[in-house]
Antibody
Framework: QLQLVQSGAEVKKPGASVKVSCKASGYTFKNYGMTWVRQAPGQGLEWMGWISGYSGSTRYAQKFQGRLTLTTDTSTGTAYMELRSLRSDDTAVYYC??????????????WGQGSLVIVSS | DIQMTQSPSSLSASVGDRVTITCQAS??????LNWYQQKPGKPPKLLIY???NLETGVPSRFSGSGSGTDFTFTISSLQPEDIATYYC????????FGHGTKVDVK
C-alpha cells in the first residue's frame, strides 16, 4: 500500500531546530523524488524544497536557503526535513509528498499526513 | 519566482452547477501546471497534472485546460463531496502554488 507516514507533532522554542521524518512504503524509493510543503494555520500551501530519491540532489526555495536541509536514507526509504533557527512564523503543518520526478520537482502524490510544528517561547 | 494568480478566492455554488477556477502565471509555463484538492484537516490530493491530465482514480467531472500563462480548472457538476479548497501549482521553475479557491455549496 502506497503511503507516507510522518513523525509526530513538535513544540520548539525560537532559535531551535526541528527534524521531521517521512517514511515511505509501497513503492521503490529511488525511482521518485520527495517534496516538502508547509501550511501555516488558515493559510495556503508553500513549497519548501525537493530531494531526488535517486541521486540525493536537492532544490530549495530561495526563502529557505541556508536554513533548510533535506536528506534521505535510502536503506529505510525515509526522507528528513530539518529547519533551523526557528521563528514563530514557522509554526505550520509540514507535509512530505512523493514527487513524480527524480530530476526536477514536478507533481506531488501521495502526501503524508502532516506534522504540526509549533514554535513558541 | 513565478507568481500564480488564482481566482476567485472563494465561491459558492449549488449541487449540479458547473464550477470554474482560473490560474494565471506571471510568465509562460507551457503546460507545467497541476491542480490539487484539499479538504479541511486533510493533506492535499493531486487531481490534474500537466494542465489537462486526470490523475488515476479521479472522477471525470474534474477537468483542466490551458497553456502558456492562462489555465482553467472545471468541475462539470458540483457534488457535495467536492467541498474543498483547490490549488494550482506550477513547475516550470521551482514550484509555486496559487493562493487557493475555497468552494462551498449554497
Amino acid at each position: 500500500q502506497l503511503q507516507l507516514v510522518q513523525s509526530g507533532a513538535e513544540v520548539k522554542k525560537p532559535g531551535a531546530s526541528v527534524k521531521v521524518s517521512c517514511k515511505a512504503s509501497g513503492y521503490t524509493f529511488k525511482n521518485y523524488g520527495m517534496t516538502w510543503v508547509r501550511q501555516a494555520p488558515g493559510q495556503g500551501l508553500e513549497w519548501m524544497g525537493w530531494i531526488s530519491g535517486y541521486s540525493g540532489s536537492t532544490r530549495y526555495a530561495q526563502k529557505f536557503q541556508g536554513r533548510l536541509t533535506l536528506t534521505t536514507d535510502t536503506s529505510t526509504g525515509t526522507a528528513y526535513m530539518e529547519l533551523r533557527s526557528l521563528r514563530s512564523d514557522d509554526t505550520a503543518v509540514y507535509y512530505c509528498a512523493r514527487d513524480y520526478s527524480v530530476g526536477w520537482p514536478n507533481w506531488f502524490d501521495p502526501w503524508g499526513q502532516g506534522s504540526l510544528v509549533i514554535v513558541s517561547s | 519566482d513565478i507568481q500564480m494568480t488564482q481566482s476567485p478566492s472563494s465561491l459558492s455554488a449549488s449541487v449540479g452547477d458547473r464550477v470554474t477556477i482560473t490560474c494565471q502565471a506571471s510568465q509562460d509555463i507551457t503546460n507545467y501546471l497541476n491542480w490539487y484538492q484539499q479538504k479541511p484537516g486533510k493533506p492535499p490530493k493531486l487531481l490534474i497534472y500537466d494542465a489537462s491530465n486526470l490523475e488515476t482514480g479521479v472522477p471525470s467531472r474534474f477537468s483542466g485546460s490551458g497553456s502558456g500563462t492562462d489555465f482553467t480548472f472545471t468541475i462539470s457538476s458540483l457534488q457535495p463531496e467536492d467541498i474543498a479548497t483547490y490549488y494550482c501549482q506550477q513547475y516550470e521553475d521551482l514550484p509555486t502554488f496559487g493562493h487557493g479557491t475555497k468552494v462551498d455549496v449554497k
